[in-house]
């Protein structure tokens, strides 16, 4: 891909994750200042929809990025990187909570992503959490079929998650769209990670659109992680 398509599918991914609406080269034009013409900009664009990394939803006039985009999107550019204040504000309100629940992790984890949040243990001492419905309601690409077909699944996503899940390592994986070995859940993305406690295997996860920002949900896993594990080293050492 030459650097000028690189821009300009960076730009769209940006604007994307921004509004949550289709992106139109008008408006990109006017946003973005790429030092070409608009008629340049529209032809690129054309070329990134045939190399199958945008598309044209119903009749809109703009763009949306394809699964295919966001992967390059994360691979190539790394994300959208996660500024020190942000990370700060993670911290800190990881640092008062008091109930290390995997429920209020749940939580934690669905107030931070503004996606649903889960949190749960498998095996004989299983605990399963899953909280932020209400934020998916709120986002502009879902319509109501898929927000009640989610509804619908909600009470198996435990048989689930352990199903493809439960054995994983403990590496943070990044599922978008298509690649989500959930096939329900192929219109969300998927970061999720496990841990082990108390001699179980557990998962944590955030699923939310596919604009979601991947880094910083994986830094909020990551760190969510890192508290439970610490809380299990202390109760093992009591014993």
């Not at 300009?8 to 973005?32: F, H, M, N």
């Not at 070409?36 to 598309?55: I, N, Q, V």
């Not at 932020?132 to 996503?157: H, I, V």
Request: with cysteine; glycine share 8%; charged share 35%.
């Amino acid at each position: 891909m030459q650097e000028r398509q690189k821009k300009i599918l960076k730009a769209v991914v940006k604007e994307y994750q921004r509004t949550g609406q289709p992106v139109a080269s008008l408006d990109l034009a006017k946003r973005w200042d790429f030092g070409f013409s608009p008629a340049t900009l529209r032809a690129e664009m054309l070329a990134l929809d045939k190399a199958g990394l945008l598309e044209q939803p119903h009749t809109s006039a703009g763009r949306v990025p394809t699964d295919k985009a966001f992967r390059f999107f994360i691979e190539e550019t790394g994300g959208e990187e996660l500024n020190q204040s942000e990370r700060e504000r993670v911290l800190s309100q990881l640092r008062q909570l008091h109930d290390e629940s995997l429920k209020e992790m749940a939580q934690f984890l669905a107030n931070f992503s503004r996606g649903l949040g889960f949190s749960g243990l498998f095996g004989q001492m299983s605990d399963w959490h899953g909280s932020g419905l209400k934020w998916l309601a709120e986002e502009p690409e879902y319509e109501d079929a898929d927000l009640k077909n989610m509804m619908k699944c909600f009470d198996s996503l435990e048989e689930d998650f352990n199903k493809f899940f439960g054995d994983m390592e403990e590496e943070t994986e990044i599922f978008i769209g298509h690649e989500n070995p959930i096939k329900y859940l192929r219109n969300y993305s998927l970061v999720v990670t496990s841990f082990e406690r108390e001699g179980g295997r557990g998962v944590l996860g955030v699923l939310g659109p596919k604009r979601m920002n991947y880094q910083k949900n994986k830094f909020v896993l990551e760190e969510v992680k890192k508290k439970i594990n610490k809380k299990s080293k202390k109760i093992k050492n009591k014993k």
